[in-house]
T-cell receptor, first 113, second 113 residues
Framework: DQQVKQNSPSLSVQEGRISILNCDYT??????FLWYKKYPAEGPTFLIS???IKDKNEDGRFTVFLNKSAKHLSLHIVPSQPGDSAVYFC????????????WGAGTKLIIKP | ETGVTQTPRHLVMGMTNKKSLKCEQH?????MYWYKQSAKKPLELMFV???????ENNSVPSRFSPECPNSSHLFLHLHTLQPEDSALYLC????????????FGSGTRLTVV
């Protein structure tokens, strides 16, 4: 049973427009959420995170929104750039779990010129 | 340079071979991890070491054997693997707690023939 789900395996967006990547979770004990970005032949790199006490966190072109009642989070990238083409992973952790990040399967984002 | 170095980058091995994957970090992190990434699947946590002590072993077959001789080095010893073990093996490190900024290596692409 996947506790963190990214239901869109891929997403194609025009350069300059907004990219919205979605993530759903089932475990109400999750209190910290992260997004990672992965290029081919490289390991994932940390992008942005949000604590469950917030509903929004912004860092430059990247904003993560958290809707706890819906157990849903989304990553907005605006404006989208060609270098944003990558696989994006959503991950979650629960208070006291320390070592366990539960990962989604990833969404491949393709930015079209 | 990500701060976490994995060698080799690519490995092809027969089912009767014995090989080892190496991971090295000099970020001062106290926790290190082995993850497996198969195509279109979430990242699977295999092993966690905290302060050189194994704290997590997620039902990984015994043909995978981790070793953490010190806080900077992590090995994954492989023997009698199966073709379905072919995957990208990622090493990561983090400060104790793990919620913030996992740093991943670039991974070892393993093919079992």
């Amino acid at each position: 049973d996947q506790q963190v789900k990214q239901n869109s395996p891929s997403l194609s967006v025009q350069e300059g427009r907004i990219s919205i990547l979605n993530c759903d979770y089932t475990n109400s004990m999750f209190d910290y959420f992260l997004w990672y970005k992965k290029y081919p032949a490289e390991g994932p790199t940390f992008l942005i995170s949000i604590s469950s006490i917030k509903d929004k966190n912004e860092d430059g072109r990247f904003t993560v929104f958290l809707n706890k009642s819906a157990k849903h989070l989304s990553l907005h990238i605006v404006p989208s750039q060609p270098g944003d083409s990558a696989v994006y992973f959503c991950a979650a952790s629960a208070l006291g779990s320390n070592y366990q990040l539960i990962w989604g399967a990833g969404t491949k984002l393709i930015i079209k010129p | 340079e990500t701060g976490v170095t994995q060698t080799p980058r690519h490995l092809v091995m027969g089912m009767t071979n014995k090989k080892s994957l190496k991971c090295e970090q000099h970020l001062g992190h106290n926790a290190m991890y082995w993850y497996k990434q198969s195509a279109k699947k979430p990242l699977e946590l295999m092993f966690v070491y905290s302060l050189e002590e194994r704290v997590e072993n997620n039902s990984v077959p015994s043909r995978f054997s981790p070793e953490c001789p010190n806080s900077s080095h992590l090995f994954l010893h492989l023997h009698t693997l199966q073709p379905e073990d072919s995957a990208l093996y990622l090493c990561a490190s983090s400060p104790l707690g793990g919620d913030y900024g996992y740093t991943f290596g670039s991974g070892t692409r393993l093919t079992v023939v």
